[in-house]
């Protein structure tokens, strides 16, 4: 499986943006996902995760309530809305794949994800 992240930018205090991951291969869909970011001189860290059927959805306490990640198994694409961004969102974006079909666990832990995308920088500043 190989992910490609896009969709980040500079955005304001406030602003939104929405992230894409494209995912490659028959079976991106039945893989758990995740978004993980990881800021200048900070370790990586979980940010969103759902399961293959888009049915379980996990957040970190910091961005739940602003964030939304959703998926479309038929497009092979993940995807994390982001609103009311504060600038302590800034870093760079990973999503990434869980690689057992139909079985998602310890979402927030980078270990358990297989395949990762590039990342695609997000900066909230104004």
């Known amino acids: 499986v190989q992910l490609q992240a896009s969709g980040g930018g500079l955005v304001q205090p406030g602003g939104s943006l929405k992230l894409s991951c494209a995912g490659s291969g028959r079976s991106f869909g039945s893989y758990g996902m995740g978004w993980f970011r990881q800021a200048p001189g900070k370790e990586r860290e979980f940010v969103s995760g759902?399961?293959?059927?888009?049915?379980?959805?996990f957040y970190v306490d910091s961005v739940r309530g602003r964030f939304t990640i959703s998926r479309d198994n038929a497009k092979n694409a993940v995807y994390l809305q982001m609103n009311s961004l504060k600038p302590e969102d800034t870093a760079v974006y990973y999503c990434a794949a869980q690689g057992t079909s139909h079985y998602y666990t310890r979402p927030e832990s980078v270990g358990d994800y297989v395949f990762w995308g590039q990342g695609t920088q997000v900066t909230v500043s104004s």
């Open positions: 759902i399961n293959w059927s888009g049915a379980s959805k």
